[in-house]
C-alpha cells in the first residue's frame, strides 16, 4: 500500500511542478504536458489503490468464512513445484491471503493447510487466483506453469485435491 501512496504523492509533485512554471516534461519543454502527464498517473494510481483495497477486502472475507466453516483438525500438506523461466525470479506464492514462500525455477514449495478449502495465487500471474479442495489429513501436489488454455490457468493439480469454482469455494465456506 505504501507504493501506492508513494505514487500519487509523485503525481501530486508532477502537476504542483508543471502548475508552477517552474518544471517543464523533458522532451517537450512543457509545462503543461507535465501537468498532462501527473493527471494521468494520479489516475492510474488512485485506480491501482483501490483496486488494492478491494482485493484486501476480498481476501479478509475469503479468510473469515475459512476460519469459521471450514477448518480441518489436523493440517493437510500441499506440494507446488515449478519448472518453467525466468529462472531467476521467483514468484511470491499466496496461500490463503497469506504469503507462504517464493517459488524459483527448478523448485518446490511445501505449504501446510488446516482448511478443506483453499485458495493460491501468485500477484504476478494472469488469472492468478486458484480454488481447490483436499481431504483432511492428506497430502496434494499442485504445479505452476505457464499459462495454458483459453482461461490462462497457472496452477494445475498433479494429485489429492479438486479444482472448484470461486462460487463455490464462497458458497460452501459460507454453508459447510
Do not use: W
Request: with cysteine; glycine share 10%; proline share 4%.
Amino acid at each position: 500500500m505504501g507504493g501506492h501512496i508513494f505514487g500519487i504523492i509523485i503525481s501530486l509533485g508532477l502537476i504542483f511542478g508543471g502548475l508552477s512554471g517552474q518544471f517543464v516534461l523533458r522532451g517537450t519543454n512543457s509545462s503543461t504536458a507535465l501537468v498532462i502527464f501527473g493527471v494521468g498517473f494520479l489516475i492510474y494510481d488512485i485506480f491501482r489503490l483501490i483496486s488494492y483495497q478491494k482485493i484486501k477486502a476480498e481476501e479478509k472475507e475469503i479468510l473469515e468464512n475459512l476460519k469459521k466453516k471450514c477448518s480441518f483438525e489436523s493440517p493437510c500438506n500441499i506440494t507446488l513445484t515449478r519448472d518453467f523461466s525466468p529462472p531467476i525470479m521467483g514468484f511470491p506464492i499466496f496461500l490463503n491471503g497469506i504469503q507462504v514462500g517464493k517459488l524459483k525455477n527448478k523448485s518446490t514449495l511445501s505449504i501446510i493447510t488446516n482448511y478443506k478449502k483453499n485458495i493460491i495465487y501468485s500477484p504476478f500471474l494472469p488469472n492468478n487466483k486458484f480454488f481447490f479442495e483436499v481431504e483432511e489429513g492428506k497430502g496434494a501436489q499442485l504445479h505452476l506453469t505457464k499459462p495454458k488454455g483459453k482461461e490462462k490457468k497457472c496452477f494445475e493439480i498433479i494429485s489429492g485435491a479438486k479444482e472448484i469454482s470461486k462460487e463455490d469455494f464462497m458458497k460452501n465456506s459460507v454453508e459447510a
